[in-house]
């Protein structure tokens, strides 16, 4: 038996989120589907964490376990070959059986992307949410600041959030424009459900000068989703990097 | 009555092509609707020509007359409002009465893009077809420089094409490589039936080393659909500018 450790893309689009769910496409059926077809053994994975649906990975990392005698090197090749072209393998290594893909996370990295071109690039609409008012980036960076460090993070999660602790750090949180598109890269050591996403939406109504950037630190102490933004849609949501 | 000119982009993923047929979703029929929801009136567009399902465009134009008296600065935001997210109207100018999106183009660009890429690019599955391994685009642009000018295609297009002059005149054709994906750009004064996806496909098959450079003129002789390459698969083409 030994322990593999791959790290993916989707685009998830066509997919009800990462999670198995009973009659649903999702990224995680896929993979146990094609690992059933390529090794005949039922394999449960484990990923890093989940992503609902609509949102991206380019850097998504799931862990396994298989008795397979494939060769490492042959692996990448062969799960690509099996599953849909909304998913892609981009590394396989063996890791010691301690290994535990959501256990062991250490830093996480989510990107969200915001096409501001006053007509929308249908090319990114997949990908990006189109706002066609132009974004004051520096007032976002501005409010973006107040959010960095350990906090609790009520404000900003589903109020269907069942988890107790609510304290997390963001390491770093900054929003950049790179030509028509605005970026808000968001670092942190876990994140509560539609965390970044909620931080997103409260962060582009003060792009919008709907609010004040001060107001983030309202809202971070008030504790109550409520006083934060509207959830931003899952299609401009990337996972992008896992780092253990 | 005024005739209004647009210029559109379209992911044509999700569509029957561009063409209205009976219980398909197509471009003209999603933008027929929509008129017939701004206007009232049963409208039909007329586009610079059709595109295959799951072509992309950029820069697809199409004319339409209209009575109504929408301003003209107002109607590319009433179109975007009422198309779906995979259409996205670009400009839209009055023009002359006797223009004709079909009848009066002079050139049209197509570009088609390869991921060339060792893992294929997740972000690109939708645009572009992943051939993993590297391509000799050297060869390829040798081979191209073989179809620049006045020729009879009828090697190049699907032997289903029922026009009778198949003479066509290509004024550029490049193979470029930009990072990880490869591009073929192609300008002619028309194009036939898939005639674009068999000259990459043909190509292709040169940058794989399978044929040599110089094939193409023997290929372009014969008048001969059998002796070209496979056809490319659509959703790596982009209409991408008509020029009147």
Redo the contacts between chains.
């Keep these: 038996m030994k322990r593999l450790r791959c790290v993916l893309?989707?685009?998830g689009t066509d997919f009800s989120g990462f999670q198995v769910q009973p009659d649903q496409v999702t990224v995680q059926g896929e993979i146990e589907a094609a690992l059933k077809r390529i090794t005949g053994e039922e394999i449960q994975i484990h990923g890093s964490g989940r992503t609902d649906a609509g949102v991206?990975a380019?850097g998504q990392v799931i862990h396994f376990d298989t008795n397979s005698h494939i060769p490492l090197d042959k692996w990448?090749f062969v799960l690509?070959n099996q599953l849909p072209?909304?998913?892609?393998?981009?590394s396989v290594e063996e890791v010691p059986e301690t290994f535990h893909a959501r256990f062991d996370v250490r830093v996480k990295e989510y990107r969200y992307c915001i096409d501001n071109n006053p007509?929308?690039?249908?090319?990114r609409?997949?990908?990006a949410d189109?706002i066609r008012f132009p974004l004051d980036v520096e007032a976002m960076q501005q409010a973006a600041r107040h959010l960095v460090g350990e906090h609790d993070f009520t404000s900003f999660c589903s109020a269907k959030t069942f988890v107790e602790d609510k304290v997390r750090t963001v390491y770093s949180l900054t929003v950049e424009r790179f030509g028509g598109e605005v970026w808000v890269t968001c670092r942190g050591n876990g994140f509560l459900y539609n965390m970044v996403r909620i931080i997103v939406g409260t962060l582009v109504e003060v792009g919008q000068g709907k609010r004040h950037p001060d107001e983030l630190k309202k809202i971070l102490a008030a504790r109550d989703r409520e006083m934060a933004g509207k959830t931003a849609p899952a299609k401009g949501l990337t996972m992008w990097e896992v780092v253990y």
């Design positions: 893309g989707y685009d991206h380019r990448r690509n072209d909304s998913i892609v393998i981009r007509v929308a690039d249908v090319f609409h997949r990908y189109h």
